[in-house]
């Protein structure tokens, strides 16, 4: 049972390139979660998902795209990047409402845009 | 939306000292109440929570926290810390997104670091 993972962990881009970052997660959540983490400011959700074929915005989406085509997966796009978005990714999944509401963190995506 | 504020942001502490980390929350309504950790190099993992009854929760590694709804505040304890303790601690509150979902709306954060 690896949880929720990451791929990749560490990328460097350019201005105006793109990216793709791949959340995987094997505890038959129905719900996934990007956010971002900036120093001083704690995280800040970009986008979510609450089943298969759904997105949706979170506080700071501009900029970034999202796709859920299948459960256990839950990608976040970047079409052309931009100095701002140098941050760490946090990838998230959790069970529906009623249960919990814990969230389970994958470890993370360190990116750089130069 | 809700806030959460953390007020320390870095606590410099001697082995086998106690803790206290501030944690403060804007909704006045039911919530739900989490402390996270980082481990330097880690991703976030759940230390404890608060769902609802017994207002003094214990997590993991030692670790407590109250929940003072009178306060809007929910204070992270330990009474002895250990150097493998340092670490960047979490306050996160949960709030129902429209169409489902929970979103945790994090605080800022607090760099606990325990020295030797």
């Known amino acids: 049972n690896a949880g929720v993972t990451q791929t990749p962990k560490f990328r460097v881009l350019k201005t105006g390139q793109s990216m793709t970052l791949l959340c995987a997660q094997d505890?038959?959540?129905?719900?996934m979660y990007w956010y971002r983490q900036d120093p001083g400011m704690g995280l800040r959700l970009i986008h979510y998902s609450v089943g298969e074929g759904t997105t949706a915005k979170g506080e700071v989406p501009d900029g970034y795209n999202v796709s859920r085509l299948k459960k256990q997966n839950f990608l976040l796009g970047l079409e052309s990047a931009a100095p701002s978005q140098t941050s760490v990714y946090f990838c998230a999944s959790s069970r529906p409402p009623g249960a919990t509401g814990e969230q389970f963190f994958g470890p993370g995506t360190r990116l750089t845009v130069l | 939306a809700q806030s959460v504020s953390q007020h320390n942001h870095h606590v410099i502490l001697s082995e086998a000292a106690s803790l206290e980390l501030g944690c403060n929350y804007s909704y006045g309504g039911t919530v739900n109440l989490f402390w996270y950790v980082q481990y330097p190099g880690q991703h976030l993992q759940l230390l404890l929570k608060y769902f609802s009854g017994d207002p003094l929760v214990k997590g993991i590694k030692g670790f407590e926290a109250e929940f003072i709804k009178s306060k809007f505040s929910f204070n992270l304890r330990k009474p002895s810390v250990q150097w493998s303790d340092t670490a960047e601690y979490f306050c996160a509150v949960n709030e129902g997104l429209t169409g489902g979902g929970n979103k945790l709306t994090f605080g800022t954060g607090t760099q606990l670091k325990v020295e030797l």
């Open positions: 505890m038959n959540h129905e719900y």
